[in-house]
C-alpha cells in the first residue's frame, strides 16, 4: 500500500507533511482505567486553560484554520477534527470513550493540536491518495452524517474517500476486531521532517505499550 499527496495539494501548500504510521498485530479492546482518567484529567485542565484562551489561540488550531482557508474551506463553518474536539472541551462536552485506538489517537490529537485519524487496514482497497476533495466528495462520517467534503483534504483508496481531517468516514473505522491499522497524523505545516518523525515515533512507541504488535513510521511532503 503506497500513500502519495496529489500534486494540487503540494502546489498549494508546498510545506505540507504527514506522519504515516503502520501497526500490526495488535490488539485492541476497551480503553484501560489508566487511558480514561489520562483522556479525562487532559480534557479539565484545557477548559481551565481555556477560560483565559480562546481555542482559535493554540498555535496547532491556528496553523490548520490557515490551511483550510489556503484549500478553499471555510475554517468558522468546517472545523478541522482537533478544532471540533476542543469547542466539545470549552463547552465540557467531554469526550465519551470508545475503544483503547481511538481513545489514544484522540488524546494525541489533543496533547499536540492536530488533527489524526485511525483506520482499519484491512478495510482500504488499494493505495491511498490525500488530495483536495471536491462537489462530488461525500461519504457517511463517523458523526452519523452524510459529509460533503468539498475543498477539503480528503484521503482516497481505489473505492472512494474514507477519511479527513474534518470527519472520519464509518467504512474504514477501527474497531475490537482491528489487527492491523493505519495512523494519518496531519502535521503542522511549520514542523520539519527531524521534528515530525520524532513525534510520530514516540506516539507509535505508547500506542504499542497499549496494543502490543508492531508498527512501521515515515514522512511525506
Request: net charge negative.
Given at each position: 500500500m503506497r500513500v502519495k499527496l496529489a500534486d494540487a495539494l503540494v502546489q498549494i501548500e508546498p510545506t505540507f507533511k504527514l506522519g504515516i504510521i503502520h501497526y500490526t498485530k495488535i490488539v485492541v479492546s476497551s480503553s484501560p482505567q489508566m487511558l480514561k482518567g489520562r483522556l479525562q484529567l487532559f480534557q479539565e485542565q484545557l477548559f481551565f486553560e481555556m477560560d483565559e484562551k480562546a481555542v482559535t489561540e493554540f498555535d496547532g488550531i491556528k496553523e490548520w484554520r490557515?490551511?483550510?482557508k489556503k484549500f478553499g474551506a471555510d475554517?468558522?463553518?468546517?472545523?478541522?477534527?482537533?478544532?471540533?474536539?476542543?469547542?466539545r472541551i470549552a463547552k465540557q462536552n467531554y469526550i465519551t470513550p470508545m475503544d483503547s485506538a481511538v481513545d489514544l489517537n484522540n488524546f494525541f490529537s489533543l496533547k499536540y493540536e492536530i488533527p489524526m485519524g485511525i483506520y482499519d487496514i484491512d478495510k482500504i482497497q488499494g493505495d491511498i491518495t490525500i488530495s483536495i476533495g471536491d462537489e462530488e466528495t461525500t461519504y457517511v462520517g463517523l458523526n452519523g452524517q452524510e459529509n460533503k467534503l468539498?475543498?477539503?483534504?480528503t484521503l482516497q483508496d481505489t473505492v472512494g474517500p474514507f477519511g479527513s481531517p474534518f470527519v472520519d468516514s464509518v467504512r474504514t473505522a477501527v474497531t475490537e476486531n482491528t489487527t492491523?491499522?493505519?495512523?494519518?497524523?496531519?502535521?503542522?505545516?511549520?514542523m520539519d521532517v527531524k521534528e515530525g518523525q520524532k513525534l510520530i515515533n514516540s506516539m507509535a512507541t505508547m500506542f504499542l505499550q497499549l496494543h502490543g504488535g508492531d508498527f512501521e513510521s515515515t514522512i511525506i511532503g
Open positions: 490557515a490551511l483550510w475554517p468558522n463553518h468546517y472545523h478541522s477534527s482537533v478544532e471540533a474536539l476542543y469547542r468539498e475543498n477539503i483534504l492491523e491499522a493505519l495512523q494519518i497524523v496531519f502535521l503542522r505545516p511549520s
